[in-house]
């Protein structure tokens, strides 16, 4: 099925463990992103990326490492978790100045 | 500075109220402007995009104005299922990351 899924849908870790959220888009956009989001806060970026082997930072990028060796796919590692990053994960991707479509989140718990 | 900030919610509206939103960025060199809406912490979707003419779907007109850096949506006879949480997105240029507004929720009462 065309679209963006995310991967797993809900997660519980214990803090210091690494743990990975996947992410797979089959538009082949240019474009994937990593958000963040908090009780009563708005969608912060962590990373994204404008092309297969190419990632930026956003605005909260410590504590979180990216890849994407292939553009479908755009993985999110916590090195080594931490309660604070106990959240809501979307991912997104986009074309070239077009808007944003998103994966159903990843609901993380950091125990 | 945030580089895109919303009005803050939330906003109490009855059935039938014309509602606006406002949004600003910091970018001048922002190409694409989105906004999005987002119920109970769900993946958010596109509402419309806006372009410099402004455009209108049904209830919803979304404006954009360059040179004060700023895009409005405005809902007309609100009903009770527009009740949300309203993003403002903005494709920062170079490199087209995309950036959230904090979002406005908006409640609409019966």
């Known amino acids: 099925d065309a679209g963006i899924t995310q991967s797993p849908r809900y997660k519980i870790t214990e803090t210091g463990r690494q743990v990975t959220l996947m992410c797979h888009q089959t538009w082949s956009h240019s474009y994937m992103f990593w958000y963040r989001q908090d009780l009563g806060h708005g969608l912060r970026l962590i990373y994204y990326s404008a092309a297969a082997d190419i990632t930026d930072k956003g605005e909260v990028p410590d504590g979180y490492v990216v890849s994407r060796s292939k553009t479908e796919n755009f993985p999110l590692t916590l090195e080594s978790a931490t309660r604070s990053q106990t959240s809501v994960y979307f991912c997104?991707?986009?074309?070239?100045?077009?808007?944003?479509?998103f994966g159903q989140g990843t609901r993380l718990t950091v125990v | 500075r945030k580089e895109v900030e919303q009005d803050p919610g939330p906003f109490n509206v009855p059935e039938g109220a014309t509602v606006a939103f406002n949004c600003t960025y910091s970018?001048?060199?922002?190409?694409?402007f989105f906004w999005y809406r987002q119920d109970c912490r769900k993946e958010p979707k596109l509402l419309m995009s806006?372009?410099?003419s402004g455009n209108e779907d049904g209830r919803f007109t979304a404006q954009l104005n360059r040179a004060s850096q700023y895009i409005s949506l405005l809902i007309r006879d609100s009903k009770l299922s527009d009740s949300a949480t309203y993003l403002c997105?903005?494709?920062?240029?170079?490199?087209?990351?995309?950036?959230f507004g904090q979002g406005t929720e908006l409640s609409v009462k019966p």
């Open positions: 997104a991707s986009s074309g070239l100045d077009s808007e944003a479509f």
């Open positions: 806006v372009y410099s």
């Open positions: 970018n001048s060199a922002s190409q694409s």
């Open positions: 997105v903005v494709n920062m240029a170079p490199g087209g990351k995309l950036i």
